[in-house]
Nanobody, 129 residues
Framework: QVQLVESGGGLVQSGGSLRVSCAAS????????MGWFRQAPGKEREFVAA????????YYATSVKGRFTISRDNAKNTVYFQMNSLKPEDTAVYYC??????????????????????WGQGTQVTVSS
């Protein structure tokens, strides 16, 4: 089993930046595609960004493209999410997720929550106006 732990969330002013991290243990980290999802109060969980096993390919929701950057360090078993130019509508709980690795049955890019098998507990990001 893969365990994921997010960190780095907090309160930031509109236009500011945050970098959240997701530390993984168990499994073979370099085999997993990783994703970030978010869920705001009263809304469904939505896809935000994904990165493939090598970090060569990334994919972003249109609402964050150009502002957010997903990256990974396989040597540290960690995926990062740099969030710049934050807006109040970015306020949500952000969840890190890992796909099924070598046992995946879908094709890249992985945009659905159903593509991911392992989830972190989430970290709150609040953007004030």
């Amino acid at each position: 089993q893969v365990q994921l732990v997010e960190s780095g969330g907090g309160l930031v002013q509109s236009g500011g930046s945050l970098r959240v991290s997701c530390a993984a243990s168990g499994g073979t980290f370099s085999s997993y595609a990783m994703g970030w999802f978010r869920q705001a109060p009263g809304k469904e969980r939505e896809f935000v960004a994904a990165i493939n096993w090598s970090g060569y390919s990334t994919y972003y929701a249109t609402s964050v493209k150009g502002r957010f950057t997903i990256s990974r360090d396989n040597a540290k078993n960690t995926v990062y999410f740099q969030m710049n130019s934050l807006k109040p509508e970015d306020t949500a709980v952000y969840y890190c997720a890992a796909d099924r690795g070598l046992w995946r049955s879908s094709t890249w890019p992985f945009l659905s929550a159903g593509d991911y098998a392992y989830w972190g507990q989430g970290t709150q990001v609040t953007v004030s106006s």
